[in-house]
């Protein structure tokens, strides 16, 4: 059973400093999947590096796809990508269905964005035969309307406690920054822990972490992102669990889901860059 949420209000100043958090457990999260590269596939690296890595091995993420975004996963490698996820033991989450490649879903019409869920949610079910639980809205943007679409199609919106800023910027990928923004996104994270603003499940605290599965950028540091998180934590003062990645992909699942519900702290896990823009 998850422990209880206790918010800041809620504790005295003198038990402040008794806050003991559940160590935490990362769950690593992949958007505008998956890529429909040919050799080199930016995807298919990030898959074999969450099997086989020197800071953990058999990681599950969740993957927030593009199920018809042309040119990629509705290509027959993108396909393949998408069930070989499945059959690794990753979950397969929505990001988007439509063929309109990664669109606001605040600016679809009512019927558009009912197709593009309807869609989605069909495309991942013929390949994974099982409900689809989780969306991640494109560009963090959602409103009240698109919650009730989604809600409608039993999807529940995860965002995210840290953004590893990997995606493509000003025509080029890249992050040479990558170690201090971590650095600065786990104290961050640390600070609304010692709050008791983010809840145990089953016995560990689930941090989300994002990245772009996209991007070759990413593929091709995925492993040194993995002991950043795990350096960057410990030097935050973070207790981490003895295994600080998921490795069972209904767990993960089942813990993304309780974070998903935390609506009181939901503008907290809009990466920061995305907060002041007006959708």
Known sequence: MAA???F???????????VRPAPVRFALTFDDG???EGPDNPTGIILDTLAENPTQKGIKAIFFVLTRSSGEDAAPRGRELLGREDRQGHVLALHDGSSRRHPIHRRLSDGALEESLSDGVA???????RPV????PPYWAYDARTLAAYARHGLSMLLTDISANDGKAWGFSASPSRRSHMASELARVHERMMRGEITAVEGVTPIVVTFHDTNDYTAAHMQEYLQMLVDEARSAGIALAARPFYDDGAVLERAALVRAR??????DMVPWSW???QW
């Open 133 to 136: 639980a989780l969306l991640r």
């Open 123 to 129: 495309d991942l079910v013929a390949i994974t035969g």
């Open 4 to 6: 209880p949420l206790i």
């Open 262 to 267: 935390d609506i009181a702290h939901r503008a």
């Open 275 to 277: 907060r002041w823009i």
């Open 34 to 36: 998956p890529s429909g």
């Open 8 to 18: 800041a209000d809620d504790i005295a100043p003198a038990q402040a400093a008794s």
